[in-house]
């Protein structure tokens, strides 16, 4: 009978010793996680399946700025191929400058904080003329509906799989002062800076997870879309110069003879060259005594282009080294006002760093695709568009570093790596965030290098409030969307390479999911799939913690006791997850004679539940324990983590 009773109070005693963890191991360490097999399109290894398709769009446009009014206009003609294997009776396609009208959706559901994707002023819109589609070798008249961001176009004849359609669409708009961050135009003192993107009617993805992706745009997320050849012509006034994704075709015939051998030595050259100084802005001489001018640029195996004009531009830029041996050709434009510090460290820098991250990357993951990476001082505080970013007139030193980086990191996700960004932010700035931190380390020996405080992060990343990862940008709270989009995936990231996979089976697998979806369409299973095959490790627990539910970590030294009362049996140290989140963690013990020894243990230890007591040896009485002494995990009360003899 006594017996019994102890053993019914140290049931009860147990209960109440662990009704404070949170901790589930069979959810945490759940077998179904994928929500569906591989199949042809997509494998369970994580890689393109046999049958893998995605369309592609091919666009030419011809298109005029004038600065008099602010105005675009332009005539696009989409090449559209069906690789699907589905009949398609209508297209859809974005026409993201509605955004900025006065009726749209985004203007009613802009915040009252306003913000960065806040309309300040409003505008016409794409104004649409016409829509052709050919019939017969001929153009006739579409039949088209717009939905505020969108268009969809009902095709004369079905388009069926490996058909291609042609539709020939003229258009204008006028570029708003402040395009939500993504484009605009600033004045400075020697003329505008245009920043021109979502410039011309784009199809909208047709895949085979959703179809037609036909998500309005609201301006917090950004853009999912197809791949091709784009070639397109500016006509601008002589005064002004346009740089944009691509390659310039005609560079003769829009510089000077000067600025044609400076531009050629450039190419050449790894230290900055000067294409068109700050002296001779206002030198009518360096700019072609034609009326009119018209810059032609081809970027192939893209998913969209961008371009700036200003007659304010300084041009400079160098080589860029590229692993197989072929060079690209890092650019800067900028007004004066962007370099004007003493000791030249603004945008007379943005050069330099533009081929330190291009070289950087093209070495960790994957080799840059685009013959030109440029970089735009305006109005935009900092956006990536494929080979071209516009970055705010107005960064500095580190600053300027940071966005530079930041923004050409975009050319690998999502540029490179086409994820869905208007439904997973994560994927691309997260992703983007990672890569950053060690690109910053390797820059000049670490001179603008920013590693992660985890420990000091984890109250703010991990708050009760806190959005999760699932969710669109617009679903996610404004102020959240720093952590939710950006600073949490990229911490993700960071501890799956130092903490759970190590440095290089975490490069090996992260380099090879690069390497399948260069140009493709992947989403987060075949991402989770690419990882755990590459790497040769069931990480379930870990998207489980931190994609798919919003767990804290909180890890606790509940119990440190010699065996059998003998300090030369060993002690037995007991540690206790509180929070729903596992991770492999290490723990420091500390003798009375002051001799330490460290013990790593992996994430299997929470398989059996939220406890875990293991014994250590040691030559004298333990005094202190420390789990996680490097503080490098994500723990969000550390007061707990360490225990000292009284």
Request: hydrophobic letters at 35%.
């Amino acid at each position: 009978m006594k017996k019994s009773i102890v053993l019914f109070l140290s049931i009860c005693l147990s209960i109440l010793t662990f009704a404070q963890s949170k901790f589930d191991h069979r959810e945490a360490f759940h077998p179904f996680f994928y929500p569906y097999p591989g199949s042809d399109v997509r494998s369970a290894s994580g890689q393109p399946g046999p049958k893998y398709w995605q369309n592609k769009a091919d666009y030419s446009i011809q298109a005029s700025i004038n600065p008099d009014d602010h105005s675009v206009k332009g005539t696009v003609t989409l090449k559209y191929s069906n690789n699907s294997g589905d009949e398609l009776r209508f297209m859809w396609l974005q026409l993201d400058q509605n955004i900025y009208r006065n009726d749209s959706r985004a203007t009613a559901t802009t915040t009252t904080q306003g913000g960065r994707w806040a309309n300040g002023q409003f505008t016409d819109g794409d104004v649409i003329k016409s829509v052709k589609v050919e019939v017969g070798g001929k153009l006739v008249e579409a039949t088209y509906t717009v939905t505020d961001t969108r268009m969809q176009v009902w095709l004369p004849e079905v388009l069926k799989g490996n058909g291609s359609a042609k539709l020939v669409i003229e258009y204008g708009f006028t570029i708003p002062e402040y395009g939500t961050d993504r484009m605009g135009r600033l004045k400075q003192k020697d003329g505008w800076v245009y920043e021109v993107a979502q410039w011309f009617p784009r199809v909208c993805v047709y895949d085979d997870i959703l179809g037609w992706n036909t998500n309005p745009y609201l301006g917090a997320g950004e853009f999912y879309l197809e791949y091709g050849d784009i070639d397109y012509a500016i006509t601008a006034p002589s005064k002004l110069i346009v740089v944009g994704s691509g390659e310039l075709t005609n560079p003769e015939e829009c510089y000077t003879a000067e600025q044609m051998k400076r531009w050629n030595e450039a190419k050449n050259s790894d230290k900055t060259v000067i294409i068109r100084s700050a002296d001779e802005v206002n030198d009518a001489k360096s700019r072609p005594s034609a009326a009119n001018i018209t810059w032609k640029f081809k970027c192939h195996n893209t998913r969209d282009v961008a371009w700036a004009a200003s007659t304010a531009f300084i041009i400079d830029a160098a080589k860029i080294n590229l692993p197989s041996g072929k060079k690209s050709l890092a650019i800067s434009a900028y007004a004066k006002e962007s370099a004007d510090k003493k000791d030249g460290n603004d945008w007379r820098r943005s050069t330099e760093f533009t081929k330190a991250c291009i070289e950087f990357y093209s070495n960790y993951l994957f080799e840059f695709p685009y013959p030109n990476a440029t970089n735009v001082g305006g109005i935009v505080g900092g956006m990536e568009y494929p080979g071209i970013v516009f970055c705010s007139a107005h960064s500095t030193g580190a600053g300027l570093w940071g966005v530079t980086d930041h923004e050409f990191g975009h050319t690998w996700f999502p540029m490179i790596v086409g994820s869905n960004e208007r439904k997973y932010a994560w994927m691309d700035e997260g992703f983007n965030t990672f890569i950053n931190i060690l690109s910053g380390d390797a820059f000049q020996n670490g001179e603008y290098a920013e590693r992660p405080s985890i420990s000091g992060m984890a109250g703010y990343v991990f708050y009760d409030k806190m959005d999760g990862l699932l969710n669109t940008p617009e679903v996610i709270q404004q102020a959240n969307l720093g952590v939710a989009a950006y600073y949490k995936p990229g911490m993700m990231l960071y501890l799956l390479r130092t903490e759970v996979l190590g440095k290089e089976r975490f490069d090996a697998a992260f380099k090879e999911y690069v390497r399948r979806w260069a140009f493709k369409h992947p989403t987060p299973w075949d991402f989770f799939h690419t990882i755990e095959n590459v790497a040769g490790e069931d990480l379930s627990w870990f998207w489980r913690s931190w994609v798919l539910n919003t767990w804290k970590f909180d890890v606790s030294v509940k119990d440190v006791a010699v065996i059998r009362n003998n300090v030369k049996n060993g002690t037995n140290i007991t540690l206790q997850l509180l929070e729903k989140m596992p991770m492999p963690v290490t723990v420091k013990i500390t003798d009375a004679d002051g001799e330490t020894q460290t013990i790593k243990l992996p994430v299997e230890v929470w398989q059996r539940g939220d406890t875990w007591t293991f014994p250590v040896q040691t030559k004298a009485e333990v005094k202190e324990v420390v789990v996680d002494p490097g503080k490098s995990l994500p723990d969000i009360n550390y007061a707990n983590n360490t225990w000292k003899k009284g």
